[in-house]
């Protein structure tokens, strides 16, 4: 099993070097697969993202935000249509340009279905998010850049 601090810097260090090139990129919707607002009611579900595995979507990182707080609330989960057993899930958001916030990167920590849920107060700015995750088959990682501008 992989060194979780050192998939969480990958992740992060995939981010910053693929965030740049994704902007404006969109998903599909992810209808197919179960979303549970981990958030809180308060919270309204805005869109997901794909987190890429192989040539199909492994995951998704969803996004949820809170209009009354400026609170956005960011949570990544596998696709369990294509995803059978994954372990070490992370999810990592930000506002645009400030520190990376991490969940699912600590040890002993191990999520085998969801990461999140993280909250980051942007009113007025950006976020950027990211996900990834491994199974025995390998893992997946993708970020976003400018995902939600509240």
């Known amino acids: 099993m992989s060194n979780v601090r050192t998939r969480a810097a990958a992740l992060l260090g ?10 404006g990129i969109s998903a599909g919707p992810a209808s197919a697969i179960p979303r549970t607002n981990y ?9 997901s993202w794909p987190i890429n595995w192989r040539a199909s979507t492994g995951g998704y990182i969803d996004v949820y935000y809170n209009n009354t707080n400026g609170y956005n609330c960011v949570i990544a989960r596998t ?6 057993s994954a372990w070490d899930i992370v999810v990592a958001a930000r506002k645009s340009g400030g520190t990376w916030k ?4 600590k040890p002993g920590q191990h999520y085998t279905k969801y990461a999140g849920p993280l909250y980051v107060y942007a009113p007025g700015s950006c976020i950027d998010i990211g996900g990834s995750f491994e199974t025995s088959g ?8 400018n995902v939600h501008c509240g």
């Not at 991490?102 to 990167?105: E, V």
Request: net charge negative.
């Open 39 to 47: 958030c809180g009611s308060a919270y309204g579900f805005l869109k």
């Open 102 to 105: 991490t969940d699912g990167d």
């Open 138 to 145: 390998g893992g997946g990682a993708t970020g976003y850049d």
């Open 14 to 23: 995939t981010m910053a070097l693929a965030t740049g090139a994704l902007v």
């Open 79 to 84: 696709n369990d249509s294509v995803i059978d």
